[in-house]
């Protein structure tokens, strides 16, 4: 399953609404579609599993939504350290897919 | 604390072979599965293999099908991936990953930092 995710770059800033989309080239099995934050020189960070399920620790500004083939990560009021790359991924079918991300930049 | 720590990366020709480990502690490793996460330098994330608790079932990505053999050894807490035939275009930061639960089909909630393998002549 090939995943798109769009736009490339978001330039937002801090206070304003982010809306990250993932497009799937075949339906997601079960809505098993998780999102991932990385930032410059560290692990990639989960914050959605199960399309809509916040991780532990996971602040309530980020929601994640969708089902089937289009998925969406929305950040509700973008805070300084939510600057970073974001990542959707499929687990529900091997091989898993990541797609190429979406950086969110300070404007 | 659940920690992973990856090591054996390097310099290896076009051709060449390694071995990367993956040392697993914090946490009961033979109840999970495991995979290996690559990412070239400023790309995106890519899955290359994951392995059930017990390597009874085993995937690849397409790309490294063939050339890639994942494995683990319960007893020692660590997980392998032994890379045959690597390609320039492999070179990156290949680190170790561990999922949500038992199933090789969940997210990842626990990364390593990663070694870097470096394809090169």
């Known amino acids: 399953i090939v995943l798109t995710q769009s736009p490339g770059t978001l330039s937002l800033s801090p206070g304003e609404r982010a809306t990250l989309s993932c497009r799937a080239s075949?339906?997601?099995?079960?809505?098993?579609l998780a999102w991932y934050q990385q930032k410059p020189g560290q692990a990639p960070r989960l914050l959605i599993s199960?399309?809509?399920s916040r991780a532990t620790g996971i602040p309530d500004r980020f929601s994640g939504s969708g089902s089937g083939t289009d998925f969406t990560l929305t950040i509700s009021r973008l805070e300084p350290e939510d600057f970073a790359v974001y990542y959707c991924?499929?687990?529900?079918?091997?091989?898993?897919?990541f797609g190429g991300g979406t950086k969110v930049e300070i404007k | 604390e659940v920690q992973l720590v990856e090591s054996g990366g390097g310099l290896v020709q076009p051709g060449g072979s390694l071995r990367l480990s993956c040392a697993a502690s914090?946490?009961?490793?033979?109840?999970?599965?495991m995979s290996w996460v690559r990412q070239a330098p400023g790309k995106g994330l890519e899955w290359v293999s994951g392995?059930?608790?017990?390597?009874?079932?085993?995937y690849y990505a397409d790309s490294v099908k063939g050339r890639f053999t994942i494995s683990r050894d319960n007893s020692k807490n660590t997980l392998y991936l032994q890379m045959n035939n690597l390609r320039a275009e492999e070179t990156a930061i290949y680190s170790c990953v561990r999922p949500t639960g038992s199933y090789i089909l969940n997210p990842f909630d626990h990364w390593g930092q990663g070694t870097l393998v470096t394809v090169s002549s």
């Open positions: 199960g399309a809509s």
């Open positions: 991924q499929q687990y529900g079918r091997p091989p898993l897919t």
């Open positions: 392995i059930a608790t017990t390597g009874g079932s085993i």
């Open positions: 075949q339906s997601v099995s079960g809505s098993y």
């Open positions: 914090g946490f009961t490793f033979s109840s999970y599965a």
